[in-house]
């Protein structure tokens, strides 16, 4: 699989807060799954730039949908992970459980 497959912590946390978001994954509750998780709040900016570059590399795809007037007049997006990204997932989480084992024990 190519480096750039392998993913950084960041994307990998956005990645399954999509997953676990399933049909509702947009970036407000994107952003309050991921404050829960993190402990943190992230920046919107480092979302967006993070879900761009995450479209981008083919790993999300973004949904725009139809305005509504309790937002004013205007669309939401819905963001979906790839097959693409899926792999990405999965090449991450192997590299990582390998890299784990043999490990647990000095962390004890």
Avoid: C, N
Avoid at 20 to 32: E, F, N
Avoid at 42 to 56: F, H, I, V
Avoid at 73 to 79: K, L, T, V, Y
Wanted: aromatic share 6%.
């Amino acid at each position: 699989m190519p480096r750039s497959a392998f993913l950084g912590e960041w994307e990998q946390l956005v990645l399954l807060a999509i997953l676990r978001q399933r049909d509702s994954a947009y970036v407000i509750g994107l952003r309050a799954h991921l404050s829960a998780v993190m402990g943190r709040t992230p920046s919107r900016g480092a979302l967006y730039r993070t879900l761009d570059r995450l479209e981008e590399k083919g790993y999300i795809r973004g949904i725009e949908e139809d305005a509504s007037s309790d937002r004013g007049g205007h669309p939401r997006r819905r963001f979906v992970v790839t097959r693409s990204g899926i792999a990405a997932l999965k090449a991450s989480r192997q590299a990582l459980l390998h890299l784990w084992k043999g490990v647990e024990e000095v962390l004890e």
